[in-house]
């Protein structure tokens, strides 16, 4: 396979001044007729005319209207074009029908849609398919379907036919194409500008009771967008389409965004809350797309961070605003560490603008995305929120309509602050996550804080030059109070000191509040002064993270040294949960704890082998031990966090269902499940009937429940999504493989559904012990079935080989075990080449 490198990057020779495209369609043989304007560009010498093809027969080229024969492979043609301005035609056959990969054009339950990132366009017609060739589309639809949509503004419509006409220029990966007997649910949206904007979110008979919710998150965005950054949409209408297969979560089209129906579909009966958060954020995500990513857009696809960073920490604003900030700071806090570190730790490290690739499609990573938005939050916090929101608007004044580079983001800054952000540039260069740790002096009524840097070598990177870290510090005195407001630290070099003067007494340092920065920090308090932030702490992200050391901390003594639980640890989570007057979410956070993959991370990068089942015994120990620390207040945190109004999928409910939750999972530890079974029984929504059902499963009991939901939401493929997800996680370390290869033959296990084929599998992955069961079986079944899905659907295989990325952490016979799996997979014939250059990295 090619290697594409960053490097190697240079202009198209041509520019596209129009677009025309004519769909036919038809299940399996659409005919795509293309009309389109081309030029030289006068930025570049180099003539070659490519134009990339896949899959696709062509029936007919013409230029200037005759008619010519390209010379054709599998990647595209090249053919002779006039030195001058020309007309290219073409007219191509595609077959939808038959797209299981699900990009390009393809079909689900009967409906037409498109997927064109990263370059799935190349499959619906010859095109220049990259990011920086930028043109107005028009599009025809001809087809016997109730509804054909396409980007834009609606221009013409008849009977069988439709027409649209996008005025804004955009790259060929977010046209779209949706054609299918679908139903909208309306409304519309005033913008600030006085404009009326027609919204539609599209479903399938069926489900037009879902849309309500996504439909208000859509308003929602679209005001907070002109309210905080000052962006108003620019088109008469904008659509959202919901669609069963898919391979990610959504997709941020112009104009006509296409879902994932489980990102978009909700209702109380069938989502959790869970769902309701992840379904708003991810509509506010393709929305807030139309400007950073859509307006400006990206040269070329290693600058995807500069559209997925910016979004993702749009979004996060967003979510903040919505619900609680320190709440969604803890749950970013934990989904960076639970995904991103460890890839930044492991075999797939890449920079957050990664140099090279094989596969564009592979480097959708929580590196780019997740790590991505925490350099904005690092670059914001480090310029302050002005300063930020000035170098916004210059971002947009000065590169709307372009196709930009990382340089061009952080000129904006420099440009604005003034300020020399070479080393702050590093965070897109230099991968693997840095770990700085911290020393304390105390002399004299001076505290000083010596915080040093490294980082350790990751694939194709040595040696690291230091980091630009902003770690926000406050001190605390002895009597809880803070002594010194937060502060940002700007680390820039290996190691350097900052000293605290004219203190009374010795302060407890608060180091890193707020997560201040994408890095792993070693500082070592004493379990009691962890137990005084847990109890003291104001910055509310270090008090929760102070409760999460002490779990951690005891949690691998148990490991190691069969310890008991801690009480420092116990009594600390009692307090807290005591506390009526913090909010429920925040105390339903406080009882979480690591994951077995944290622990078994945190093992290996001490020198340890972590043993899987040692790690699942010392948290379920430590879990039953909660239980009976809390048992006096269970009844309590019951009764506080019952809700008597009509169900709302708000933060304050979700909060309460969530610590009710919490309580209810401790409860069934002492009581065998009989208030869970009561539970299930009463529950109205499905946050509450899906709590109910994992905890009695996790008590081994719950069958009757299990076949009673089977049968109450067989009709409801995402709920059958959960049933099926729900019964992997929760089996036992020694019944999870069988759990999950009897779920693969379960007649409703539509395996060629991203969505169902990741509830099992993905749900084995993440069930720790069970995957990684000694005999390698866990590991042999995600083989198998990632073996018979590639030829299906590379990018979902590719994707799901992650979960092999962190096999050096074990033991020698589990290294053995999952090589030989990773090289069955490499040496299957035709393998493609997502999945190989995915293998390939993991085995290093
Ligand atoms: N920009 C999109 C990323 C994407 C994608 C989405 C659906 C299917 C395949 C895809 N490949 C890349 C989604 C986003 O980040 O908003
Ligand atoms: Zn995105």
Known sequence: PTTIYLKDYTPFGYLVDSVHLTFDLADHATRVTSRIAFRPNPETTDRTFFLHGEELTLVRAVIDGIEVTPSITDKGLTVDVPDAPFIWESVVEIDPGNNTALEGLYMSNGMYCTQCEAEGFRKITYYPDRPDVMSTFTVRINGNLPVLLS????????????????????????FALVAGD?????????????????????????????????????????????????????????????????????????????FNSSAVLASPETSTDVNFERIEAIIAHEYFHNWTGNRITCRDWFQLCLKEGLTVFRDAQFTSDMRSAPVKRIHDAIDLRARQFPEDNGPLSHPVRPESFQEINNFYTATVYEKGAEVIGMLKRLVGDEAYSKALDLYFDRHDGQACTIEDWIKVFEDTTDRDLSQFKRWYSQSGTPRVSVTEDWTDGTLTLTLSQRSEPTPGQSRKLPHVIPVAVGLLGPNGDEVHATQVLELTEAEQSFQFTGLAAKPVASILRDFSAPVILEHDPSNTERAFLLAHDTDPFNRWQAGRSLAQDTLLRMIRQDATPDADYLDGILAVLRDGDLDPAYRALMLGLPTHSELAAELFDAGDTPDPMAIWTAVETLRQATAQHLQDLLPRLHSETLIDTPFSPNAEQAGKRSLGGAALSLTSRLDGGSKAAEEYAAADNMTLQLTALSCLLRTGKGQDELSAFYDQWQHDRLVMDKWFGLQVSMAAPAATVDTARALTEHTDFNWKNPNRFRAVMGALAMNHAGFHRADGAGYALLADWLIRLDPVNPQTTARMCSAFQIWKRYDADRQDLIRAQLNRILETPNLSRDTTEMVSRILG
């Not at 834009?152 to 649209?164: H, L």
């Open 151 to 174: 980007n834009g503004n609606p221009s013409g419509k008849g009977d069988g036919w439709a027409e649209w006409t996008d005025p804004w220029p955009k790259p060929a990966y977010l």
């Open 182 to 258: 679908l139903i909208a649910h309306p409304d519309r949206f005033t913008t600030m500008s006085g404009r009326e904007v027609e919204l539609n979110l599209w479903v399938r008979p069926g489900d037009e009771g879902k849309c309500a919710f996504g439909m208000e998150a859509l308003k929602k965005s679209m005001k907070w967008d002109e309210d905080v950054y000052g962006r108003e949409y620019d088109l008469d209408v904008f659509n959202i389409v919901a669609v069963d297969d898919f391979n990610m979560g959504a997709m941020e089209n112009k104009g006509l965004n296409i």
